[in-house]
């Protein structure tokens, strides 16, 4: 079995594949314990790499111009040569769909299963955060759904409509998740059946008669604000949510639409909390099953070379003053170079590692604390627990006070013993996704009076939000709200009010 | 696992969103287009360059905070030389309030910049003439349905059998007879008669056997390999060559003669450069004949025709003559769309008039798609109504809607009247 390659020289045919793919699958399962979904392998060509990138790496999704808008700017990209395409995509779905592209070599494939399709794959399948917030088995139903939903919208209500309601809901889609509570399963049955018995409850209370009443009702509603926030379930952060449940105006297309964007949202919010873990977890895996096939004579050593070759270009840091560096890590660099620091801390620790990391130093087991790294933490929490002096020296980090009120930076921490946990705490909070994302709640809304919304952004002075796209985005939740809106911008420590937007529905 | 290959599946899946974020942009298109008229890019616009169109309706807001005072840190990367206490200049970029550190400036504003995109010179005219159609579309419907004559293109295995190639098949046929010696029928002739003659001798029995057993062999040989098979069929190939059938002819006229100033010339020819943009977009092939005239008329190039100046007075029935004259030696009727775009002041010889007129109903305005004559003038120049040309054609359009005429005097009434011209006509053809 382990006699002989696999493959020779660059060209690979769907048998090679498939031979690659058994014997990454062997090391992978049965050396390295990965628990996988099943894998659905797709061969695509550039053009089509093009597509999938646009719909953030979804198979399929409904129609809208902001995508056109990204295509664009890849293409534009890609034909100037600006940039190169990924390798691969891979979607977290059951059976987890790698995409490959037709243009790489033997090597590049196998190199690429190994990434997405172990990595990758075995990380949706068993980090908390995708088990809590994700439903592999749904998603693609879902998105089928969701497509033709929406296709059946603009040919009843005419695409302009449709685009206004997905505009809107776009632009609130990072308010639009649940952060706490875990999210409710996908269940195409359920949506489309709820789907229908709105539309057949709309048609049952239908009564023309109740525009002809005059008046109506005066209201005696004496209730105290407190107990209508109460009734509303104020204060609520997910706008999304409390639009298309509250909102008086919409139609019921229109609250499954804004559903169908806050449940995507709701998909991709594990995404961004765990880039570091998820690269990392998929780079060292490839690169461990790829030195293992070399290990086993499975792989020649030009191939070998090229995989080393690949992983290093993928891996690479720039410092924060040549070009490409900055503030942002390489997700691949530092997921990477942590966990291969944490094999050696459990393999061949130092006297360091034994007092910063008591509990996993010299334990012997790299694959099992790996896999329960991978399981149990997001990019801030492992970054908080796991990094080591050594990758922090390895980096050479440094964490500069920025203080607009003085006219230099300060540098406060360097790779020293007084520094390294500075560096580690302010390093795993900037992957904190809570502190850069905007706290918008909302808070207040009489629905028996005028019907204001009032929305709160509870922030620091200095932190206020970007204010051309904060009133454009008002203007959407006004088109969405169908009455006047108004954002506060709080101060969380005084309550003191730092700045005021009002947005109308325009036309109304 | 499964590995599908997905190579073949259709393509081009995002093309219907690529419209969208067109059509999206449209009213900025439209606006990019006008001001590169008004501005004089048109030439350029016409020589493929690109257009970029500042997309703010293609902005993706969203709630999201930048920093602008306070204090915050940051970690990065690559420290060679920095200790503990060290103080760095801010990089530029980052003073003031829009205070950060390395690369973090640009960090902050991406949000802020509008997204903007290339449209390629196609997608540009074509979002700049979708509201105008040409008047005439008699002809201009083979744009739509191509025609295509079948062309050869090499031999093929089998065909309908009026194609079949004789010499090819029959060479063929030659070769695979002399491979497999196949008996050519003077040499079985032969034998019979040796035989014939032997039977009848008596003599030589042997060799009458032997000849015998060689007739039988040849007969055998004869009927087991055909005169002609099917694999030495050969028939010719045709296939259908699209025939590039839409072609236009755009003939440029215009008065040169002294009373018209280069101002005016310059309104002439934005107007030909509009129009002759606009023919690309229809057909696949536009040519252009350029007239010039004063007293009389000629043929010249391009080049000439918009900087050689010219003095004289106008007789402007000899371009109207001349115009006919080329149209009968090159441009035939039946085979080309025929444009006319004449640009003049609207002087003539008060005789000419007459005679100008006459050429135009009777000759000229049943074989074109349009004439479009427009009259430039500087501003004030110009009496409404009252230039000799005017006058003259006046009635005619009344009659004759393929004559359409407007007047000009600034750069920017040219794309209005283009407009005009040649917009939706609503329901009255």
């Known amino acids: 079995m382990n006699g002989g390659l696999l493959y020779s020289g660059a060209d690979w045919d769907f048998r090679t594949l498939s031979r690659s793919y058994d014997a990454i699958e062997r090391i992978a399962c049965e050396e390295l314990g990965l628990e996988v979904y099943p894998n659905r392998i797709e061969v695509i060509t550039a053009e089509q790499m093009l597509d999938v990138y646009t719909a953030h790496g979804m198979p399929l999704t409904y129609r809208h111009w902001s995508y056109g808008k990204r295509f664009l700017q890849h293409e534009a990209s890609y034909r100037r040569g600006y940039s190169s395409l990924a390798y691969e995509v891979v979607i977290n779905s059951n059976p987890c769909i790698s995409y490959l592209m037709e243009e790489n070599t033997a090597t590049m494939q196998a190199l690429v299963i190994a990434h997405a399709a172990f990595g990758h794959n075995h990380f949706f399948r068993n980090n908390h955060l995708f088990r809590q917030w994700t439903d592999a088995d749904a998603i693609i139903d879902y998105l089928e759904f969701a497509r033709t939903f929406i296709a059946g919208c603009e040919d009843r209500y005419g695409v302009a409509a449709v685009e206004r309601v997905l505009d809107a809901a776009h632009a609130l889609s990072r308010q639009g998740v649940h952060r706490h509570g875990g999210a409710r399963p996908l269940n195409l049955k359920t949506d489309q059946k709820r789907e229908r018995e709105r539309r057949e409850y709309d048609e049952r209370m239908f009564d023309d008669l109740w525009r002809t009443v005059p008046g109506g009702r005066t209201s005696v509603d004496t209730d105290p604000i407190g107990e209508r926030r109460r009734r509303l379930g104020l204060p609520e952060e997910n706008l999304l949510y409390f639009i298309e449940k509250i909102s008086p105006r919409l139609q019921s297309w229109e609250r499954e639409i804004i559903r169908i964007v806050r449940l995507i949202a709701q998909y991709f919010y594990p995404q961004p909390q765990a880039k570091v873990m998820n690269e990392g977890c998929a780079t060292w895996v490839h690169q461990r099953i790829m030195t293992r096939l070399h290990d086993t004579g499975q792989i020649d050593d030009a191939a070998f070379l090229e995989v080393l070759h690949s992983t290093s270009n993928v891996i690479t840091q720039p410092d924060f003053d040549q070009p490409g560096g900055g503030v942002n890590f390489n997700p691949y660099a530092l997921g990477y170079a942590m966990m291969t620091d944490i094999e050696r801390m459990c393999t061949q620790p130092t006297e360091e590692d034994r007092a910063w990391f008591p509990d996993i130093a010299g334990n012997g087991d790299p694959l099992g604390t790996l896999r329960y790294a991978w399981a149990n933490f997001r990019d801030e929490s492992f970054i908080l627990q796991y990094l080591s002096p050594a990758v922090i020296r390895q980096f050479r980090l440094f964490r500069l006070m920025d203080d607009t009120s003085e006219t230099t930076l300060l540098v406060d921490a360097i790779h020293d013993d007084a520094g390294y946990r500075a560096i580690r705490r302010s390093l795993a909070r900037s992957y904190d996704t809570s502190e850069s994302d905007a706290d918008v709640q909302v808070v207040d809304v009489d629905l028996a009076a005028d019907r204001r919304l009032i929305l709160q952004h509870r922030t620091r002075p200095g932190r206020l939000l970007a204010q051309r796209d904060a009133e454009a985005t008002l203007r959407h939740v006004a088109a969405l709200w169908g009455y006047e809106v108004r954002l506060q911008e709080i101060d969380s420590d005084s309550d003191a009010v730092l700045a005021t937007h009002t947005a109308e529905p325009q036309g109304a | ?429």
């Open chain 2, 1 to 429: 696992m499964d590995i599908i290959d997905r190579r073949a599946n259709p393509h081009g899946k995002n093309l219907g969103n690529r419209q969208r974020v067109l059509s999206r942009a449209r009213a900025a298109v439209a606006q990019a287009a006008r001001k590169a008229i008004d501005q004089g890019t048109i030439r350029e616009v016409g020589q493929g360059q690109a257009v970029t169109i500042p997309a703010d309706s293609l902005n993706e807001p969203s709630f999201h905070t930048v920093f602008t005072s306070g204090q915050r840190q940051l970690v990065l990367p690559g420290n060679r030389e920095f200790s503990t206490g060290d103080r760095l200049s801010r990089p530029r970029g980052g003073g003031g309030g829009g205070g950060s550190g390395s690369g973090a400036g640009q960090g902050d504003a991406e949000g802020e910049d509008g997204f903007r995109f290339v449209l390629t010179r196609d997608e540009f005219l074509d979002l700049f003439f979708e509201d105008l159609e040409l008047p005439d579309l008699v002809k201009n419907q083979i744009v739509n349905v191509e025609i295509s004559a079948p062309a050869r293109a090499g031999i093929s295995m089998d065909g309908s059998p009026s194609q079949i190639d004789m010499s090819r098949t029959m060479r063929r046929s030659m070769a695979r007879r002399i491979g497999l010696r196949r008996p050519k029928t003077p040499e079985v002739e032969a034998l019979e008669e040796e035989i014939a003659a032997l039977e009848e001798s008596g003599a030589d029995a042997d060799r009458l056997v032997a000849l015998r057993a060689e007739l039988d062999l040849a007969l055998r040989r004869l009927a087991r390999v055909p005169w002609i098979d099917p694999v030495d069929l050969r028939y010719r190939r045709f296939t259908n060559v699209p025939k590039p059938s839409a072609r236009a002819v755009m003939f440029c006229l215009m008065d040169v003669s002294g009373s018209m100033s280069e101002q005016m010339k310059d309104l002439a020819k934005r107007f030909f450069l509009l129009l002759h943009v606009f023919l690309e977009r229809r057909y696949k092939r536009v040519e252009l004949v350029f007239i010039r005239h004063t007293e009389v008329a000629e043929e010249v190039d391009e080049q000439t025709f918009f900087t050689d100046p010219r003095t004289g007075g106008t007789v402007v029935s000899t371009a109207l003559a001349e115009f006919l004259r080329i149209q009968r030696d090159r441009y035939p009727q039946d085979s080309w769309n025929i444009y006319v775009a004449q640009a003049s002041d609207g002087d003539n010889s008060s005789s000419d008039t007459r005679q100008a007129v006459a050429i135009m109903e009777a000759d000229i305005l049943p074989i074109v798609q349009h004439f479009a004559y427009i009259e430039v003038a500087a501003s004030a120049a110009m009496i409404r109504g009252e230039t000799d040309l005017w006058r003259g054609y006046e009635p005619l359009s009344q009659r004759a809607p393929r004559l359409a005429m407007r007047r000009v005097s600034e750069r920017r009434d040219i794309f209005p009247v283009f407009r005009d011209l040649f917009g939706r006509k609503a329901a009255t053809a």
